[in-house]
């Protein structure tokens, strides 16, 4: 199992961010459609946290049915776990969660992949989940 290289991780992740954009106006455009303006207080909450989790939502379901998302397929990366076996739905939600965390800490997962003897992010490393040439 080859890894791909940081460059073009980074170029995947770079296109995930724009899909990120996206489903973050639309899951905003559907709650605020529902519920009307969620400015501030607890319909502001709701609404962030509505975002999450429909965001979370396609990542999982598209690592979990593939291992590619959009982004992913256009750069031909593919994640399995640590063994080469497909994602499952408990392999997704870890990644996902520990993804979130490790690029909110200023980037450290992706810092990580310069240091690590596999080149891995550190949300992979943790995960037990892996990135490959697909």
Known sequence: M????????????????????????????LFTSLYGLAEHGAPRILLQAFCLIFI????????????????????????VHADGSPLTLLGGILRCLLAGVCLGAAGLGIWWALLDREGQFLHDRLAKTRLVVA
């Open 2 to 29: 080859d890894t791909p290289s940081l460059l073009r991780r980074l170029g995947a992740l770079l296109y995930d961010t724009l899909t990120l954009i996206v489903l973050w106006l639309v899951a905003s455009a």
């Open 56 to 79: 979370s939502a396609y990542f999982i379901w598209c690592w979990t049915h593939g291992g590619q998302t959009l982004a992913m397929k256009t750069w031909r990366i593919r994640v």
